[in-house]
């Protein structure tokens, strides 16, 4: 079975840009989570998405969004970029219903964005 | 506020001894707690878990023990391999956190 895809894995944008990250989780999986990863704030968790909704929200401005398509893919949107969300973006799924890190999660390797 | 932690940034062992890394959490709710080893350039990959109604639990050369009275979790790794140098991450479920991470260095 394959993995958790991402795409793209590298990034590069300016300032006041805005990036739109994809993920693919695992066939059958209905759930995705997005996380941040910085090496001064660690890894720190952006939402969840289960069956096209947004289950759980972590503490990160508007700026950055979601949406889960019926196939369960998922996209992450950061808009009107700003130096500090230079980070490595993952991407998690899970294959139960239950929300939250209840479930195994399954994590694709990550997309690198760098904003200049 | 509340927060996971890692006691130690960095570990250093010698190949075939044991590792403990340590986790503190100040969620006295917390229930559910994970255990995650992130090799360089790959995301982090599940360990072993446990719930607040065990104490200990074990898996292939892995042990996560829970000590609720005072909020820490730890990671015991045996017969530490090469293989095992990553960085380790406890996760604790309810507030969906994670604490910053130990970097685990095996020498040979």
């Known amino acids: 079975k394959a993995g958790v895809t991402q795409t793209p894995r590298y990034l590069i944008k300016t300032r006041g840009q805005q990036v739109t990250l994809s993920c693919s989780p695992i066939s059958g999986h209905r759930s995705v989570s997005w996380y941040q990863q910085t090496p001064g704030q660690g890894l720190q968790f952006l939402f969840e998405y289960f069956s096209e909704t947004q289950r759980n929200k972590g503490n990160f401005p508007g700026r950055f969004s979601g949406r889960q398509f019926s196939n369960s893919r998922s996209e992450m949107n950061v808009s009107t970029l700003e130096l500090g969300d230079s980070a490595l973006y993952l991407c998690?799924?899970?294959?139960?219903?239950?929300?939250?890190?209840?479930?195994?999660?399954?994590f694709g390797p990550g997309t690198r964005l760098t904003v200049l | 506020g509340e927060s996971v932690g890692l006691h130690l940034p960095t570990l250093s062992v010698q190949e075939g001894d044991n590792s403990i890394i340590n986790c503190a959490y100040s969620n006295s709710a917390s229930d559910y707690f994970i255990w995650y080893k992130q090799e360089s350039g790959k995301g982090p990959q599940f360990i072993i878990d446990?719930?607040?109604?065990?104490d200990k639990r074990q898996g292939q050369r892995v042990t996560v023990l829970l000590n609720k009275t005072v909020k820490h979790l730890s990671l015991q790794i045996a017969a530490t391999q090469p293989g095992d140098s990553a960085v380790y991450f406890c996760?604790?479920?309810?507030?969906?956190?994670f604490g910053a991470g130990t970097r685990l260095t095996v020498k040979p």
């Open positions: 998690a799924s899970s294959g139960t219903g239950t929300s939250g890190l209840t479930d195994t999660q399954y």
């Open positions: 996760a604790e479920s309810n507030d969906m956190r």
């Open positions: 446990i719930r607040s109604n065990m």
